[in-house]
């Protein structure tokens, strides 16, 4: 069964950085779009960012442009979301996701991880 697993959330300060990383199980996602998107306490799920399966091409919401990052190893079916320049605004649980392909827009991701917290406190 194709499992998703995000980890390395956490508490960190305004200003501060944190790598997110997915780890993918029960089949590989080499072939998939990859993508990670987020969820503040009272707010719908937002895309964050997504890339293409073969890490060719990239896209970000504008809020986060500049400051995060996203990139993949295939060989060993993770990707992973560099946070710089943390503000208390990206505050949410950060959830990976897969598509079958990179230009199905948002429902197009079909596998979910759980989710992992990232805090920014001011």
């Known amino acids: 069964q194709a499992q998703l697993v995000e980890s390395g959330g956490g508490l960190v300060q305004a200003g501060g950085s944190l790598r997110l990383t997915c780890a993918a199980s029960g089949q590989t996602f080499s072939t998939y779009a990859r993508g990670w998107f987020r969820q503040a306490p009272g707010k719908e799920r937002e895309f964050v960012a997504a890339?293409?399966?073969?890490?060719?091409?990239?896209h970000y919401t504008d809020s986060v442009k500049g400051r995060f990052t996203i990139s993949r190893d295939n060989g060993k079916n993770t990707v992973y979301l560099q946070m710089n320049s943390l503000k208390p605004e990206d505050t949410a649980v950060y959830y990976c996701?897969?598509?079958?392909?990179?230009?199905?827009?948002?429902?197009?991701?079909?596998?979910w991880g759980q989710g992992t917290q990232v805090t920014v406190s001011s």
């Open positions: 996701a897969a598509s079958a392909t990179f230009y199905g827009g948002n429902g197009a991701f079909v596998y």
């Open positions: 890339i293409s399966a073969s890490g060719g091409s990239t």
